[in-house]
C-alpha cells in the first residue's frame, strides 16, 4: 500500500517523457533515414549542378565582369544558388528512394532487422519511422514543384542568367507571331516594353463554314476592361467584312464592306496573362498564376496543357514518398528469400521502374494520349496499391514466424 501514491505520482516517469515521443528505435531509423537521404541528396545535386553549370559559368562571369569583379562574383554565385534550386526539385525524388535504400541494407547488414524481429516488435512499430519520411516527402515535393522550381527558372530568365536566362531572352525577342484560336487568327508583332505590346495587327475571321468573314488590321491593338469584359481595342485600325458568294446577288462574287476605321472594339478573348508567359512551359509557371491559366478559356490553341500540370505537379508530390514505400517493402519481402545482395537490386530496379512509369505517364498526361485521370493518377494508385500488398504480405510473414516461435517454445 505505502507504493501506491508513488504509483500515482507522475514523478516516477523520465523527466523527458512525452506520450507523442517516439521510441527509441524509431528515433534511431529517422535519424538514418534523414541521414542517408540528405548525404545521397547533396551528392547527386553537387555532381548534376556541376554538370549543368560546366559549360555556362564562364560565360555568366564575363557578363559580370564588364561591370567589375564585384559584379561577376555577385552575378556568378547568383547563378549557382538558382541552379541549386531548380536541380533541387528533379533530384529530390532520386535521393529519397536511394537514402531510403541505402537505410533499409545497412539496417539488414547490421543485424539490427533480425534483432528486431526477434524481439517480437510489430512491423506497424517498426515502420513508423519510414511512414514519417513518406509523409514529410509529399508537402516537401510539393513546395519544390510550385515554389521553389518556379521561382529559380523565372529568376534565371529575367535576369538572364545562364542557358534558361539566353534562351528566354531568344523567345522574348520583338518579332512577327501568329496566334489561332477558335475561329480567330491574329498576325501580330509582339514586344516586351515590359508589358507585351501587340502592333501592327492583323486579324481574321472565320465562319463556321470555314470562309473569311471579318478581317481588321491596326497600328496597335490594347487591352479593354471597361465593364468588366475583357475585349481588345485596335488603335488606329480598319475592319472589313466580308459576304459569302451569291449573298449580294451576283453569284461567286464577294462583297467586302468597310465597317469601322479609327480606333474600335474587337471581341477578341486572348488573355494577358498568356502573354506574359509566352513560350515558356507549364512546368515552370508559379502556382498561382497557373491556376489563373488553368481556368482561362481565351488562349491560343497550341497553348500548354495548364490543367494537366495542375494534376501532374499534384501527382508527382505523391510518388516519391510511394516509390520509396514501395522499394522498402520490396526488399523486406526478398531480403529473406533472395539474400542481402539481390534483395538490394531487387529493390533499385523497382525504384528504378517506379520512377520511370511516373515520367511515362507525365508525358502521356501532357499529350494527351490516354484520358487525365488514367494516365496522372494510375501510376500514384499502383504505387500504393503494390506497397500495400506487400506490407501486408510482410505482415502474414511475421505472424506465420511468431506462431511458429510460439509453438516450439510451448514444446520445449
Do not use: C
Not at 507585351?196 to 476592361?225: C, I, K, Q, W
Request: aromatic share 10%; proline share 5%; charged share 20%.
Amino acid at each position: 500500500m505505502a507504493t501506491e501514491p508513488a504509483r500515482r505520482d507522475p514523478s516516477f516517469l523520465p523527466s523527458d517523457y512525452s506520450p507523442l515521443r517516439l521510441p527509441v528505435y524509431s528515433r534511431v531509423m529517422l535519424g538514418q533515414y534523414l541521414w542517408h537521404i540528405n548525404v545521397v541528396f547533396l551528392a547527386v545535386l553537387g555532381v548534376v549542378t556541376a554538370i549543368n553549370i560546366s559549360s555556362e559559368i564562364l560565360t555568366v562571369w564575363a557578363e559580370g565582369a564588364l561591370e567589375g569583379t564585384f559584379a561577376a562574383v555577385s552575378r556568378s554565385g547568383h547563378y549557382v544558388f538558382l541552379r541549386l534550386l531548380d536541380n533541387g526539385s528533379q533530384v529530390f525524388p532520386i535521393a529519397l528512394v536511394l537514402g531510403i535504400a541505402w537505410t533499409e541494407i545497412a539496417h539488414s547488414q547490421s543485424g539490427r532487422r533480425t534483432m528486431v524481429r526477434t524481439a517480437g516488435m510489430p512491423l506497424r512499430k517498426a515502420s513508423s519511422a519510414l511512414i514519417i519520411i513518406v509523409s514529410i516527402s509529399i508537402p516537401f515535393q510539393y513546395v519544390l514543384d510550385n515554389i521553389v522550381r518556379p521561382y529559380a527558372f523565372m529568376s534565371l530568365s529575367v535576369n538572364g542568367l545562364g542557358e534558361y536566362g539566353w534562351s528566354y531572352s531568344r523567345m522574348r525577342e520583338e518579332r512577327m507571331e501568329w496566334l489561332a484560336f477558335g475561329d480567330d487568327i491574329l498576325q501580330a508583332r509582339i514586344k516586351d516594353a515590359p508589358d507585351p505590346l501587340l502592333s501592327e495587327v492583323t486579324h481574321y475571321r472565320f465562319s463556321r463554314d470555314g470562309e473569311l468573314s471579318l478581317l481588321s488590321d491596326a497600328s496597335f491593338m490594347a487591352r479593354n476592361t471597361e465593364g468588366g469584359d475583357e475585349s481588345w481595342t485596335f488603335v488606329d485600325g480598319r475592319q472589313w467584312a466580308l459576304s459569302r458568294p451569291g449573298s449580294n446577288g451576283h453569284e461567286g462574287e464577294r462583297s467586302t464592306r468597310l465597317v469601322a476605321k479609327g480606333s474600335f472594339e474587337v471581341d477578341l478573348k486572348l488573355d494577358p496573362l498568356w502573354l506574359d508567359y509566352r513560350h515558356i512551359a507549364a512546368r515552370y509557371i508559379p502556382l498561382g498564376d497557373l491556376l489563373s491559366l488553368s481556368r482561362q478559356t481565351a488562349l491560343p490553341d497550341n497553348a500548354p496543357r495548364y490543367r494537366e500540370w495542375l494534376h501532374i505537379r499534384a501527382a508527382k508530390a505523391l510518388n516519391p514518398g510511394l516509390l520509396a514505400l514501395l522499394v522498402a517493402t520490396v526488399f523486406a519481402v526478398f531480403v529473406d528469400r533472395l539474400g542481402l545482395a539481390r534483395a538490394g537490386a531487387a529493390m533499385i530496379v523497382a525504384g528504378y521502374a517506379g520512377l520511370t512509369l511516373t515520367r511515362v505517364m507525365a508525358v502521356v498526361a501532357e499529350h494527351q494520349v490516354l484520358p487525365l485521370a488514367l494516365s496522372v493518377w494510375t501510376p500514384p494508385l499502383l504505387l500504393l496499391l503494390a506497397s500495400v500488398i506487400l506490407f501486408h504480405h510482410v505482415r502474414l510473414r511475421d505472424r506465420r514466424f511468431e506462431e511458429a516461435a510460439r509453438v516450439i517454445g510451448g514444446s520445449n
